[in-house]
């Protein structure tokens, strides 16, 4: 299975070739996803994150035009690394079916967010009141062409592969779009009051979204 797919990067994002700059590069990251669990998305300033990060603001700004191409680059690593670990289990469990491949898919963003740094305030993208003022595209930190959701189900139709290969490319991108948006929902429900994520919403999270993708792809 690959979880490589096309990406529309927001401008300004340069990603660093030589292993001096990919290790500051990776410290500024970290240090943002650190302060978004302190701080969260609206209080976060580049100032601090240089800080945290110990190197110049003249640095960072070398690698990010600003707070929202920040968290656009933190947010694609998100994804990165999740479509990674789900690739691995994916791997670990062979053969899965489409129930399994949603189970997992639910099970691997539940245990990020319990142990990702900053993961539960960003994941792959902020909408509605989490988009901090002076953070225009708050909706296409993944790809200057299509929202988060949509850029997240087109990364896992990807990873599905032959799992989905009977299904109309456009029908599956609209139900996993309809099953992300359903899932997010629910997930943030399970997190409101319980930190590690409250199991019965968990479980009926998964059952929710496995329900819906077996009838819109059968």
Not at 24 to 33: K, P, Q, T
Not at 45 to 67: D, S, W
Not at 141 to 147: C, I, N, S
């Amino acid at each position: 299975m690959s979880a490589n797919t096309r990406s529309h990067l927001p401008p300004g994002r340069r990603k660093p070739v030589q292993q001096r700059s990919q290790e500051r590069y990776g410290r500024i990251l970290d240090a943002c996803a650190g302060l978004l669990d302190e701080v969260g998305p609206t209080a976060l300033t580049t100032k601090e994150v240089a800080a945290r990060a110990q190197v110049p603001i003249g640095t960072l700004y070398q690698f990010f035009a600003g707070k929202e191409d920040l968290l656009a680059a933190l947010a694609s690593r998100n994804l990165d690394h999740y479509l990674q670990r789900l690739d691995d289990r994916l791997a670990q469990a062979a053969p899965v079916g489409p129930a399994r491949f949603t189970d997992l898919a639910v099970e691997e963003f539940v245990a990020m967010k319990r142990s990702v740094p900053g993961f539960g305030q960003l994941d792959f993208g902020l909408a509605g009141a989490a988009v901090p003022p002076g953070v225009r595209n708050g909706q296409h930190l993944l790809d200057t062409d299509v929202d988060n959701n949509t850029a997240v189900a087109l990364r896992l139709q990807a990873l599905g592969g032959e799992l989905f290969a009977a299904t109309d490319p456009a029908a599956l991108t609209l139900a996993l779009r309809v099953a992300l948006e359903a899932a997010d929902a629910v997930l943030k429900l399970a997190f409101r009051g319980d930190p590690d994520g409250d199991p019965a919403l968990i479980t009926e999270c998964k059952r929710l979204v496995r329900s819906y993708l077996a009838e819109q792809l059968a």
